[in-house]
Structures are given as C-alpha cells and as structure tokens.
C-alpha cells in the first residue's frame, strides 16, 4: 500500500466552524417536510403566511417563540431553534429575505430626493431616461456591495448560534418566572438608561434563562426598538474580547438599516480610523439615536477578563450619556455574582435580580421531571417498579444546590444502572454538589475502560481557541508526535459516542456537530483537581497547549514539504 503525507481528510484543524453549518438543501427539505407534517394546521398556515412575507432573523424569531407559546402545556424541549434554523438555511426563505431585503434598499436608494454626502455623486436619478437608469442601476449596486462589504469588516461573528444553541435547551413552559418580576418590569418599563443584573451560580440555568429574555424582547420590540445580543463562550476565544463584542452588537444594530446614506458615511468612517473605540461609539450612536430605545442582552460577561469587562461596561455607559435625551440604552447582563461590584461601578443605573433556589424551584422540578420521562420513553432509563420511578422523580427534584447541570448528570448517572437495586443504591449515595458529582462520572470512564480517549478529548477540547467538530477531533485524536504519515487506521471507530464514552461531560452539539465541555465549570475542575480521581484526569493547559503546537507545526511542515 502506497504511503501518504500526513494530512487531515477532515480539513484543517483551524478550519472555521461556519462552514460545518452548510447542510445538504435537500435533507434540509426532507427535515423540513417532516416538521410541518408534525404541525397543526393553524401552525402551518402561520409558517406560510410568513414565508410569503417579510421575515428577517427577528420576524423568525418571532415567529418561533409565538408557535412554542401556542401550547403552553407542551412537554418537552422547545421546538423554537429546529424550526428557526430550518427557516433560515433552507434556500426558499433565503431568497424571500434576499429579494426583500435588496427590493427596500433599491427603494431607499432610487428616492428621488437630493442626497447628501457620500450618496450617489449627490445626483437625482431619473425613472425614465434609460440611459441614466442602468447608470443609476450600477451605481447602486456598487453602493449595496459597498454597504455588504463594510458591515463584513466591523464584524462577521456568527453571534445566532449561541442563541440556537441555548434555545434549544430550554423545555417549553421554563425560564418564564423572570418576566413579571418587578425588578424586569421596572428596567423593560423604565424611562431612562439602565441595568438588570441577573446573577446565579454555577449550572443555575443562566444561558437559557437570558435565551429566552431575547426572545420575549423582539416578539414584544417596536418599531421604534432595536434589540442585540451576545453569548459570550469560555471555549471561543474570539467571543472575550470587548471589541468583538462591540462591534458584533454594531453590526446587529445596523443590520436593520437599508443602505442609508448618513449610516453608510458613519460606517465608513470608521473604517478610515481602523474601526477605533471612538470612532465605532459615535457609529452605535449615531445609529441609536434613531429609535427609541436599544436593548443590549449580554451572557457570560464574567467569562471575560477583568480589563475587557471594565471596557466594555466603559462602552456601554458612554453609549447611554451620548444618546441621553434622544434614546434610551437598556442593557441585561447575565453573570455570576463574583463580578457585582464592577456592574454596580457602571455610571448606568443597576438593579439586580437573582436566580435563587426559590425562583428557580418550579422550574428544575419541572425540567427534571421531563428528562427522567424522556430517559423512559426512550429506554435509556430502565425502572420496572413504578414506586421506585416516582422516588427517583422526588430525588432528583430536589435538586443539587439549585442547578440544572446537577440534574442532567445525575439522570445521566441513573441511566448507567442495570437494575433496581443499582438504581436505588445509587440512589443513597447521590452527591448534592458538582465536585461529588464530576467525581462519580470520572470513576465510570476508570470502570469502563475509557480513561485514554476521554482524557485526550478533554485535553483537546481544554485547550483548542474554537470547538472542534466531531471529524476534526477523530483526526486529532488519531496523531502522535513524529508520526509521517496519514495512518487511517489509527481514527477511532464511532466517535459519535464520544459523550457516552465520557460519561456526558463533554456534548455534540446538534447545531454544528462541534464537541464541548457540558459546562465550562467542568474544563475549570480538570483543571484544579481535588480529588484523587479527578487528579488522573488533570489537564496542565501549558504542557498540552505545547503538545498541540508540536502536532499542528508537525502537520503544517508535511504539507508544504
């Protein structure tokens, strides 16, 4: 057998994660056909209705979050993010956005008015001089391509697949007690700048929670309002930087502008000074200034460093004193506590909103009774006696110190057990805090002779700057340092278990098929070890960070060879 240089038939290990979202357009019909056949007909009427219709992220959005609202005794997870992900790749809504979108800017552009600065040579363009019209034609298509190419540079950051991602998550019915909470009607009501802080522990279900704020926000947003958003993710190294973050929250803003002259010039100009703190907060001002009110929802701002929070907080402050009078900038930031005293520093006005054991209560009963049922229907959960069904329900129930990654691995845990007795001995010993619980799935690998391939994948997915998706993590967990050549026998076979053969602590995620830690307090256990078991798996991020140098640099010299 002839030998090959060694090289990834998977692509890059660096490769960008977008282009794992380009589904096959007819699997994404087939899905799509399936979903309707599973709607009634008053929800398929509202789906065509809006595909005969304007329908921009929000108006999908929107529409999603009113069709999950329909049933408010729907069990289970939210259809919301399938159906939104559907409308958004599928080719047909693309093209009405497309054509919609491009028919409001020719619009705008072929007003006849007197146009300012940077608009078209500031000349009027006749409707009936053919001549001039296919000037006028070319002229605005080289300004919309102009407009497209600017917003590409202040910020292509995919900022919706965190969204989908935590929508997906949610059970219908959950994360709905914080709306007629007095602290959120105050700050959604307020007349001036502000702040709601929402704070929790570890697994407490903020990232949901802020979810399905966004959603409630734009399927309540005016016209006069503009909403943005933005995850920030411990294991995407982009997502903590302040400017980044910025930028992305501008571009969502002007994302609902039409190629609109005073905007085009103001985005140009920033670009001239290299996209400069002063400069893209005159652009998100300037831009403000034209609704009423700008709401900015932030989740995981804790996950960043201290010097980027300070910026961005800084940003945010400004923005509000330069609209003050003309607008109002209502911003959500969703974090742990440990970062209250630099929020409260902000010269925005702060309240503050926790989700306590009490808040949370009903709906961790709720979410945990659901996914036991689910385990059942499923199979994946094995109990003949009905009792010892129902004690596992209260058991759960009540809960590990009030978070939701609590109950997920316990069920995880459960469903390892082969019979009753398992199942209620397991019972007796469950942990009620997460290091007890990292501990007992970490013990399960030992058992189940899995130590090696999880602890590289937990060491690959601890140190790399991007996610790496499942084929990517099968090609990099198959080279050795000094190895050749491309040895395809070395691939692991089934990499699709990989969550099973980690006991859950890692997930693949259904929007992009990229592999994560469940939660990042599992990467920072890894780690800061405590306990013997957990100290086997011990990540030391600068030894490995250089062990991954040496296989990328390895790769990369064998491909220019």
């Given at each position: 057998m002839s030998e090959r240089r060694l090289q990834s038939p998977a692509g890059p290990l660096t490769r960008s994660s977008k282009s794992y979202a380009e589904d096959d357009k007819a699997a994404l019909s087939e899905a799509l056909a399936a979903f309707?056949?599973?709607?009634?007909?008053?929800?398929?009427?509202?789906?065509?209705?809006?595909?005969?219709?304007?329908?921009?992220?929000?108006?999908?959005?929107?529409?999603?979050?009113?069709?999950?609202?329909?049933?408010?005794?729907?069990?289970?997870?939210?259809?919301?993010?399938?159906?939104?992900?559907?409308?958004?790749?599928i080719q047909q809504f693309y093209q009405v956005t497309d054509t919609y979108v491009k028919q409001s800017r020719l619009k705008s552009a072929v007003r006849p008015r007197n146009l300012d600065e940077g608009s078209l040579d500031g000349r009027y363009i006749p409707r009936n001089n053919s001549k001039t019209s296919v000037q006028g034609k070319k002229l605005r298509q080289n300004l919309e391509q102009n407009w497209e190419s600017l917003l590409i540079k202040l910020s292509s950051y995919d900022h919706a697949a965190a969204f989908r991602k935590a929508r997906l998550r949610r059970h219908n019915g959950t994360a709905e007690w914080v709306f007629p909470t007095q602290q959120f009607q105050n700050w959604f009501h307020s007349d001036k700048s502000s702040i709601l802080h929402l704070t929790g522990k570890i697994g407490s279900g903020k990232t949901v929670l802020t979810a399905n704020v966004i959603d409630h926000l734009i399927a309540e947003r005016k016209s006069c309002q503009l909403v943005s958003f933005f995850f920030v993710a411990f294991d995407d190294a982009a997502s903590l930087s302040a400017e980044h973050i910025i930028r992305c929250l501008i571009r969502q803003a002007l994302d609902h502008s039409s190629v609109n002259d005073k905007f085009i010039h103001g985005l140009r100009k920033a670009e001239s000074r290299f996209f400069s703190n002063d400069a893209l907060l005159g652009l998100w001002a300037e831009k403000v200034k034209s609704v009423d009110e700008l709401f900015v929802v932030l989740d995981g701002l804790d996950e960043c460093s201290e010097s980027e929070r300070e910026l961005l907080l800084g940003c945010l402050a400004k923005l509000g004193d330069a609209v003050s009078g003309e607008s109002r900038v209502k911003v959500l930031l969703s974090s742990r506590e440990t970062i209250v005293d630099e929020v409260d520093r902000s010269d925005l006005s702060v309240s503050r909103l926790g989700l306590s054991t009490a808040n949370i209560q009903s709906d961790l009963s709720k979410y945990a009774e659901e996914i036991l049922m689910q385990r059942v229907s499923t199979k994946k959960l094995k109990i003949d006696n009905e009792h010892l069904l129902q004690e596992v329900i209260r058991q759960v129930q009540r809960g590990g110190e009030g978070m939701f990654l609590w109950v997920f691995l316990t069920v995880e845990d459960l469903c390892t057990r082969k019979s009753d007795i398992e199942i209620r001995n397991a019972l007796q010993t469950i942990p009620r805090n997460l290091s007890g619980t990292f501990d007992r799935a970490l013990a399960r690998i030992v058992a189940n002779g899995h130590e090696k391939v999880a602890h590289d994948t937990f060491r690959w997915a601890a140190v790399v700057r991007r996610p790496l998706a499942t084929d990517q993590l099968r090609e990099a967990l198959a080279i050795e340092i000094g190895q050749m050549y491309y040895r395809p026998e070395r691939l692991i076979n089934g990499i699709d278990q990989i969550t099973a053969w980690c006991e859950n602590l890692v997930q693949i995620e259904e929007t992009d098929n990229t592999v994560h830690f469940s939660h990042h307090s599992i990467r920072k256990y890894l780690l800061d070890p405590t306990s013997e078991v957990s100290r086997s798996f011990h990540i030391n991020l600068q030894d490995w960070d250089h062990h991954v140098g040496e296989i990328l640099s390895a790769q990369t010299g064998k491909h220019d060879s």
């Open positions: 309707q056949a599973a709607l009634t007909d008053a929800e398929r009427t509202r789906l065509q209705q809006t595909k005969t219709s304007f329908c921009d992220a929000d108006a999908v959005i929107k529409f999603t979050h009113d069709l999950d609202g329909l049933d408010p005794a729907r069990r289970g997870k939210s259809i919301a993010t399938k159906l939104y992900s559907f409308l958004q790749t």
